[in-house]
């Protein structure tokens, strides 16, 4: 998991939501660091924190350079163009 890039921060959470049964009474014990519902859960945790803002900054930033290119208006009115009040 390491060697893949997951951070030691990820790991531990992983661990204290999933295995320790402070946490919640029920959670399963851990016989191996292979178990594949533990393997699942960490690879879950880090999409959910580090890939999928990853690909949204992303898709964010060629959607804005795709509209740019294009010469598209934001149909936003943000605080510059907004119509003013009487």
Known sequence: MLNSGVPVEDIISTIKGKV??????????????SEPWFLKAVAEQYARWVLAPRLVKKWQSRLAGASVAEGDVSTVDTPETAPQKP
Do not use: E, Y
Request: no cysteine.
């Open 20 to 33: 320790d049964r402070r946490a919640f009474p029920k959670n399963q014990t851990i016989a191996s660091w």
